[in-house]
């Protein structure tokens, strides 16, 4: 480290949206250093232009992935004598969501026809597991056991096992409409960020293994 040189602390995030396809670096990294004019300077540095459609209603959604040593080198082309110091992911990825959204009727529609699907599946799932292992068999023979005489098909044993399995996914996915039962996250959340880590980790991959990575020459 030189005698006048600064340090300059960044961190980027494995994943940052973007809705400007003129990408900054105040966009996707957060930065501090003892001068507070550099921090100033370097958020307006453009880091990256994604293309731009001709028309506006079909453009996509873009995605980049880059090498934080790029980075860097942008920071040095501004700053020669600055020391980076990087507390964030060393590759990682931009991806540019154009605006404007879609209409909300459009994602309204959406998630009901995901909401059925998962209704009806789920239901099916549910019966096809109780038919399987003969969960209707075991309450009749158990209702007879222990009432002495037979099932009539709708007993206290199929009330209390319909509740319960009810009460069960409720608390499970710690959810009950748009509340949370704990402040802990939900397993879909749980999956949804494993699930995401791993379509991360992928296209990081895949970018480098095929040289689209946005690095240093």
């Avoid at 105040?26 to 028309?55: G, W």
């Avoid at 880059?66 to 501004?78: C, G, P, Q, R, Y």
């Avoid at 109780?130 to 969960?135: E, K, L, Q, S, W």
Wanted: hydrophobic share 40%.
């Amino acid at each position: 480290m030189g005698v006048n040189s600064e340090t300059l602390y960044l961190k980027i995030e494995t994943n940052t949206i973007v809705t400007d396809r003129h990408v900054k670096l105040s966009d996707i990294a957060k930065m501090e250093c003892a001068n507070p004019a550099i921090v100033r300077q370097l958020k307006q540095k453009k880091v990256y232009t994604f293309q731009d459609a001709i028309d506006v209603k079909k453009q996509k959604n873009q995605m980049a992935v880059f090498s934080v040593l790029k980075v860097i080198e942008l920071i040095h082309e501004e700053y020669p004598n600055v020391d980076v110091s990087n507390e964030g992911e060393s590759d990682f990825i931009v991806e540019y969501i154009p605006y404007p959204k879609k209409p909300k009727w459009i994602n309204a529609i959406k998630t009901a026809l995901l909401c059925v699907i998962i209704f009806f599946g789920s239901a099916f799932t549910i019966m096809a597991f109780n038919n399987d292992v003969g969960v209707t068999d075991l309450f009749s023979k158990f209702y007879l056991q222990v009432m002495g005489e037979p099932s009539s098909g709708v007993t206290e044993l199929e009330i209390c096992y319909s509740v319960g399995l009810g009460i069960g996914i409720f608390i499970f996915f710690n959810h009950v409409g748009r509340k949370k039962i704990t402040h802990d996250p939900t397993p879909i959340q749980v999956e949804m960020r494993k699930y995401e880590t791993d379509i991360d980790t992928t296209f990081i991959d895949n970018a480098g293994r095929k040289g689209h990575s946005i690095d240093v020459n």
